[in-house]
């Protein structure tokens, strides 16, 4: 058989062509909405989720590289079986036994969030991570200095290459990446998801519980996401050793002054230590302190007329909240640290 080295040449020059102009095989992931969720705040089309990015972000979410003297990943605040937060200390810790100034909220259903951090100083979760990145009090480095990291590293350069096409690392890219493994951590499945989808039943104390919730707490812990993704003022007096004046910091409003995100409930019988400054331990804590408010001009007018709960009421309503932890989320494999 005669082989002309003329098309050999030019089907070689194609080849390096579509490689050169993006031409990759990847696999795309279905997003799934639950039934009776709203639609997601997250820009898929932007930003479409592929099983190589989300395995990418994956693996650079557990990689302390990420950090100025390699020590410290985004995991290290961000617990699986904790719903992605810490629960030893109060405040985050990060390099060099530096401590930060705020409890680490939680990672799940982040595709439906508008804005991110306790004050909403972000809000797009795509340059979400470069907050941790860059933060002196957290992981102390440069996006510009993680990408020569990864680029020099003996993986990063073919893994890039299998998500987005192009063994060139780029900081574009690798917060792609990141933002591709965070949106995916859903949490759908707890038992109160499976009573709603009629697989389940709750318990006498866990009704009283759910009746209680939807009386004194639900408006600002929102069903299905049990956020409304607001900042309130939770009648919370200044640690003075913090003066953290919450959302203030980023609007300059003084109505805004003590305002805080309000974090989603789901799993939080696991998401300890409560509140942007880690102040309460326990969820009977944090129910004791809504419990103990009066009349404020400054709280939510829903928090305006004190609650009055008995001890059983707060028993109750305690185990309804531990209704919303979800083990399947918790404990997923595919979330865990990449082997």
Known sequence: MKINLTYIILFGIAMLSLLAFGFYKTTPIYFEVPKGWPKPHFDFKKNPLTEEGFQLGRKLFYDPMLSRDNTISCASCHLQATGFTHVDHELSHGIDGKIGTRNSLALMNLAWSKDFMWDGGVNNLEVQPLNPITSPLEMDESLDHVVQKLQASEQYPALFQKAFGTATITGQY???ALSQFMVMLRSSNSKYDQVVRKEAQFSDQEQKGYD??????????????????????????????????????????????????VPTLRNIQFTFPYMHDGRFKTLT???????????????????????????????????????LTDTEFLYNPKYGYPK
């Open 212 to 261: 209680l919730f939807k009386r004194h707490c639900a408006s600002c812990h929102q069903e299905p996401l049990f956020t409304s993704d607001k900042f309130e003022y939770n009648g919370l007096s200044i640690d003075q050793s913090l003066n953290d004046f919450g959302r203030m910091k980023m609007t300059q409003r003084k109505e805004d002054s003590l305002r805080f995100k």
């Open 174 to 176: 690798t917060l792609k």
């Open 285 to 323: 804590e944090v129910v004791k302190h809504y419990n103990s408010l009066s009349k404020n001009r400054l709280l939510p007018k829903e928090l305006g007329e004190p609650m009055n709960l008995s001890d059983a009421n707060r028993v109750d309503l305690v185990a309804f909240l531990k209704t």
